[in-house]
């Protein structure tokens, strides 16, 4: 198959999305499928800071079709593009007449611009991932009756998550398929080895996100006091980068500044060696999270997890299980069941094993050939 996935944002922007695709779009080759890519020319963000230099393969970008640029604003507790240009309705057109896909796969929203300046140029079976979860969207409601056109002309429906499906469901009715997002298990894994300049201390804490209100850093911050009260040697490794990174420094008291460190946002090839250091992986986000990649990166690392009881994260995480659930912004349960798995290794070992075991049902390989077969149906029906 011939197939072009398309969204608004793509490497070296730093997200769930971007990380999705380049890995779905690998697993497809694999199948010997042509995968090309349509996004938007994304820059280095002086004002938000959420790129990533360290694209995981420089090489991918021959399969890259860059339109427009990204206008980058506040949306959702997190950021979105929207991408303009004078020209990017011609060049979007160009290269649908010039490539015969057989597949044409949207990722993210059904929103303005590059979704549905796709559909209205398409000739191909169009596909679309939902990768978002919120409770209410007034873009759905005030633009339902434009955008519903667009959605017809969608022959598939995918959500990453039953929390994805419900968000969008309610404003567009269809028959929705839900596959997950995936993890790459062999590079994932306990196996890799990790910083052993950490070793020291005791227990090694890591967050993974982009600076964001969403993400939840704040609560996590301010739950180390009562850490630390129980283990004064502790370490919390902080990778990520963002508009809102030096203000989290407030919420630093002067007793747990030398346990904590920025490590800003990594080699990508270094991430796994981050899971693996960490005794414990945290996921505070205070919601709008539709599944939680790095939830599956930590599990398929062989970490247990302290996650925020949220829609997205209860797919993933069974509380108890793999890690604990906790209350949203409840700073004080944080702690309590970080201490908690610190004290009792044994049980964070269980819970880790028991979430590389869940992780390996999430393997790339697996998700392409869902999504492969999904495209099969797609073609062979009317």
Known sequence: MR??????????????????????????????????????????????????????????????YRVGKALVFRA??????????????????????????????IHGSLAPVLPLYILKFSKSKNVITLHSYFKNSLGYIFFRPFLYPFFKKLHGIIAVSNAAKIAT?????????????????NFFTPEVRPFEKYFNYYPRLLFVGRFEPRKGLKYLLQALP???????????LIIGKGVLGYSYY???????????????????????????????????????ESFGIILLEAMACGRPIVASNIPGYREIVEN???GFLVSPCDFKEIAEKVIKLAKDPSMAKKMG???????????????????E??????????
């Open 169 to 185: 469901e309610k404003y567009f009715p269809g028959r929705y398929e839900i596959i997950p997002n995936g993890v790459n298990i």
């Open 226 to 236: 009562l850490i630390k009260k129980e283990f004064p040697n502790f370490l919390l």
């Open 353 to 371: 094993e028991r979430g590389r075991e869940k992780a390996l049902n999430y393997s790339w390989e697996k998700i392409g050939i869902r999504v």
């Open 373 to 382: 077969n999904f495209y099969y149906k797609i073609l062979a029906s009317p």
């Open 76 to 105: 959702n507790k997190s950021f979105a593009s929207f991408p303009f240009g004078w020209r990017l309705g011609k060049q979007v057109k160009k290269i649908v007449e010039e490539n015969n896909f057989d597949i044409i796969h």
């Open 320 to 322: 108890g299980k793999e």
């Open 250 to 288: 407030e919420y630093l008291s002067s007793e747990v500044k030398k346990n904590v460190v920025f490590c800003g946002a990594v080699p990508f090839e270094d991430l796994p060696r981050y899971y693996t250091t960490c005794n414990i992986f945290i996921a505070p986000s205070i919601g709008a």
């Open 3 to 64: 197939i072009l996935m398309v969204s608004d944002v793509y490497f070296p922007y730093i997200g769930g999305i971007p990380v999705h695709i380049y890995n779905l779009a690998q697993e497809l080759r694999k199948r010997n499928h042509i995968v090309k890519i349509l996004t938007t020319r994304f820059s280095v963000n002086r004002l938000f800071k959420i790129t990533n230099p360290l694209y995981p393969e420089k090489d991918d970008e021959k399969n890259v």
